[in-house]
């Protein structure tokens, strides 16, 4: 299916800029305590933030605490999905699990499945994450699995991630990653959006793929938006 998209310019380049996004993006984990940002600075956001604020914050977040919003779920969570995970890049992780869907750094579509301690707090569940500064935000593949594989994913902006990842709708490009145990959401969106002006009219999801021990098939994703703006987060 891509073999005769890769033989047009406009693919060429798109390959050339996902090959360098990822490069950007996977140069190591950041240490706990570190920004999670490769040059000090979180992308922009679209949040309604104003313009002073060059943090990538929802405005109304202190830099890091975490606000979750959402249908509260349990306390423990599937090893066999992905989960995000949160920690502080300075001092305490302040978490509240009862922010304002306005106010909040991870808006969640349906339930909100959470386990937290003093230094960090993981989440599992689809929705929205404002990338907020003072906190390392990080999409860790599921810890029980059989195999895993990561694929680097462009496609139409707006598209529905889940038909996509269903084979209902079809992708502009797809890269095979191998694995990939942690991806810092910062540094993955600062790399993307590096490369808007190649990315007209297209997002960037990286997916995670894995197998659990009953053999079933689990996909999560990250869904970047060159331009900026909340990160969207399907956990499966």
């Given at each position: 299916?891509?073999?005769?998209?890769?033989?047009?310019?406009?693919?060429?380049?798109?390959?050339?800029?996902?090959?360098?996004?990822?490069?950007?993006?996977?140069?190591?984990?950041?240490?706990?305590?570190?920004?999670?940002?490769?040059?000090?600075?979180?992308?922009?956001?679209?949040?309604?933030?104003?313009?002073?604020?060059?943090?990538?914050?929802?405005?109304?977040?202190?830099?890091?605490?975490?606000?979750?919003?959402?249908?509260?779920?349990?306390?423990?969570?599937?090893?066999?999905?992905?989960?995000?995970?949160?920690?502080?890049?300075?001092?305490?992780?302040?978490?509240?699990?009862?922010?304002?869907?306005?106010?909040?750094?991870?808006?969640?579509?349906?339930?909100?499945?959470?386990?937290?301690?003093?230094?960090?707090?993981?989440?599992?569940?689809?929705?929205?994450?404002?990338?907020?500064?003072?906190?390392?935000?990080?999409?860790?593949?599921?810890?029980?699995?059989?195999?895993?594989?990561?694929?680097?994913?462009?496609?139409?902006?707006?598209?529905?991630?889940?038909?996509?990842?269903?084979?209902?709708?079809?992708?502009?490009?797809?890269?095979?990653?191998?694995?990939?145990?942690?991806?810092?959401?910062?540094?993955?969106?600062?790399?993307?959006?590096?490369?808007?002006?190649?990315?007209?009219?297209?997002?960037?999801?990286?997916?995670?793929?894995?197998?659990?021990a009953s053999g079933q098939l689990h996909a999560?994703?990250?869904?970047?938006?060159?331009?900026?703006?909340?990160?969207g987060i399907l956990i499966d």
């Amino acid at each position: 299916m891509m073999s005769h998209t890769m033989t047009n310019p406009t693919c060429t380049a798109l390959r050339s800029a996902f090959v360098a996004a990822l490069v950007l993006a996977l140069v190591g984990a950041p240490a706990h305590g570190q920004d999670g940002d490769d040059d000090g600075v979180l992308p922009k956001q679209d949040n309604g933030a104003s313009s002073g604020d060059t943090g990538g914050s929802s405005g109304s977040t202190a830099p890091g605490a975490l606000g979750l919003s959402g249908t509260l779920g349990g306390e423990l969570l599937d090893p066999a999905q992905a989960r995000l995970v949160f920690t502080a890049a300075a001092g305490p992780l302040l978490v509240d699990t009862e922010a304002a869907p306005e106010a909040a750094t991870f808006l969640a579509s349906g339930q909100l499945d959470f386990a937290i301690d003093d230094s960090t707090a993981e989440v599992q569940g689809d929705g929205q994450l404002v990338l907020q500064a003072g906190l390392v935000q990080q999409l860790v593949a599921a810890p029980d699995s059989l195999a895993r594989m990561a694929l680097i994913v462009a496609h139409e902006a707006g598209a529905d991630v889940a038909a996509l990842l269903s084979g209902a709708q079809a992708p502009s490009l797809v890269l095979a990653l191998g694995d990939l145990p942690v991806l810092d959401l910062a540094k993955a969106q600062a790399a993307v959006s590096r490369h808007e002006a190649q990315l007209p009219g297209l997002a960037v999801s990286v997916v995670l793929l894995s197998v659990d021990a009953s053999g079933q098939l689990h996909a999560s994703a990250a869904t970047l938006d060159p331009a900026g703006g909340p990160v969207g987060i399907l956990i499966d």
